[in-house]
Structures are given as C-alpha cells and as structure tokens.
C-alpha cells in the first residue's frame, strides 16, 4: 500500500475532528486562481511541500511568509516537481510547545500514549526532524489529569478521544486560538507507527476516507 502524502494527511486530521491548519494544495501553475484569493484573504501564509509518490522527508518549508515572498516562491518551487501547501499562517512565535505523541496499543486493552515535547516558540520539527526533546511524558488509558501537566491534559484528552492505537501525533499547543476551529490544540498529522497493525495501514480505510477527499480548503 502507497503511503499517504502530506495533504493527503492533513485531510485524515480533518476525517478525525482535530483542529488543524487551512490550507489547499497546489499541484501545479493551473491552480493560479485559488493562489490569488488566497493572497488576497489573508497576510501572512504558510508553505510545506513535498514531492508526489517519493518518501524524501526533509523538502522546504516556510513557516512564515508575507504575500510577495509567497508569489516568490511558487513557480520555482513547482518546476522542481514539488506539490505545494499552502495555509494561512499560524505563527510559530505564538507556541507555548510542540511534539509528537505515539499511541499503541497495551495489554488488557490499555493503551499507552508516549509524548515527547520541545518548550516555547517554533515548529514541531523541531522533535520530528532536529530530536529537540525538553520533556517526555508517558501514560495509560487509566490516567486522570495532573494540574502539574497544564495544557498538556488537552492534548492528551484529544489523542485518546479518537478510536486510533499504532499511530502518531504532530501536534502544537498555542497560546491563542488558531486553526480551522480556533483552538489552542493544533494537530499537524496523524501517520502509522509502522507496526502494521493500525486503521492507518488497512488500505480499505485509505480508500474510503482519504482518497476521495476534496483537494482543497477553504
């Protein structure tokens, strides 16, 4: 089974409620309409991208861009064959903390979720690709919420409201409302672990909720 692209895991945070970033995808110089409405709606943007079909992880990314650096950017970026996010920017100055958190699966159906957290302003790359780890916390299905965690709590409320073990988490937590919904919670992506035996790795899953997804947002 193809793994799923960056968009295509941003429309799976979607499927599962989460707050997350509005965006649309940019495939190539057809789509320069929605690249003029969105320069007009909003100030400041956003852009991830990646390369179609190709499991290269480290593409570029701008986490703060103003409208001339964004129009900058694009066509180059496309004649190197890469797709384009492009979102409303969420500033990474405003982040209290970022991270990833892995749910899996524990005996008597208790499942464990380990986070790993790096304090104060950027992005969650900063643990996901430079392993920038403050803190790392760990805990059961069976946990009641620690004051000692602050808003840590919401965040791990939010991994286990959804019915997902064997996955992983990019997340934020901001000090003002961001996002689709204008939370303080902000969920990134949700991937596999690899084990082979999550929702995530049954193809029929895929299909159904991510393929025939809307390829954009707005």
Not at 82 to 91: F, G, K, P, V, Y
Not at 111 to 127: D, L
Not at 167 to 174: G, K, P, W
Request: net charge positive; with cysteine; hydrophobic share 35%.
């Amino acid at each position: 089974m193809r793994s799923l692209n960056k968009f295509e895991r941003i429309q799976l945070v979607l499927h599962f409620g989460f707050n997350t970033e509005n965006s649309f995808l940019l495939r190539d110089k057809e789509g320069g309409d929605q690249v003029e409405w969105w320069v007009r709606k909003f100030d400041k943007f956003s852009l991830r991208t990646y390369y179609p079909g190709s499991e290269v992880k480290d593409t570029p990314h701008y986490p703060t861009l103003t409208r001339k650096e964004l129009v900058k950017l694009i066509r180059p970026l496309l004649k190197k064959g890469l797709h384009l996010i492009i979102a409303e920017q969420i500033d990474p100055k405003d982040c209290l903390f970022a991270g990833a958190a892995y749910k899996y699966s524990g005996k008597r159906n208790n499942n464990i979720i380990k986070i790993e957290i790096a304090w104060g302003p950027g992005t969650v790359r900063r643990v996901t690709h430079d392993n920038k780890i403050d803190i790392g916390i760990s805990v059961s299905s069976k946990y009641k919420r620690f004051s000692q965690l602050g808003p840590i709590n919401t965040c791990i409320d939010n991994f286990y409201r959804v019915a997902l073990t064997n996955v992983m988490f990019e997340f934020s937590y901001y000090k003002i409302p961001v996002g689709i919904l204008k939370e303080n919670f902000i969920c990134w992506e949700i991937t596999s672990a690899g084990t082979g035996n999550s929702l995530l790795d049954d193809p029929n899953f895929i299909k159904r909720h991510i393929i025939e997804f809307p390829k954009c947002k707005g």
